[in-house]
Nanobody, 124 residues
Framework: VQLQASGGGLVQAGGSLRLSCAASGLTFSGYTLGWFRQPPGKEREFVASSRASGGRAYYADSVKGRFAISRDNAKNTLNLQMNSLKPEDTAIYYC??????????????????WGQGTQVTVSS
């Protein structure tokens, strides 16, 4: 399984970025896909996920209403549209794939495959 994240960059507060994650080596539709981020000096944290069955989306409270996760099972692609970005969104963003049970969806342990990360920097 390979996941390749892209789309990070430097943006001013209030701006937008769109992250993408291209996947190979897995039956994409059968996996829960997630975005996590690791701010400088902090632990990796959950951002959003899309469940394997039906693609229902879940979000961390800190990004709810600003970020939108989407998946294209035909193209094996996962996206994260990030709007109204804030300096506290600065982090390395990782895409992940796995089959976590519902209660494990918000933790890193539920995901077995990870992309390499893409840096997002939001300036004030």
């Amino acid at each position: 399984v390979q996941l390749q994240a892209s789309g990070g960059g430097l943006v001013q507060a209030g701006g937008s970025l769109r992250l993408s994650c291209a996947a190979s080596g897995l039956t994409f539709s059968g996996y829960t896909l997630g975005w996590f981020r690791q701010p400088p000096g902090k632990e990796r944290e959950f951002v959003a996920s899309s469940r394997a069955s039906g693609g229902r989306a879940y979000y961390a409270d800190s990004v709810k209403g600003r970020f939108a996760i989407s998946r294209d099972n035909a193209k094996n692609t996962l996206n994260l549209q990030m709007n109204s970005l804030k300096p506290e969104d600065t982090a390395i963003y990782y895409c992940a794939a796995g089959r976590p049970i519902y209660s494990s969806m918000w933790g890193t342990d539920g995901y077995t495959s990870w992309g390499q990360g893409t840096q997002v920097t939001v300036s004030s």
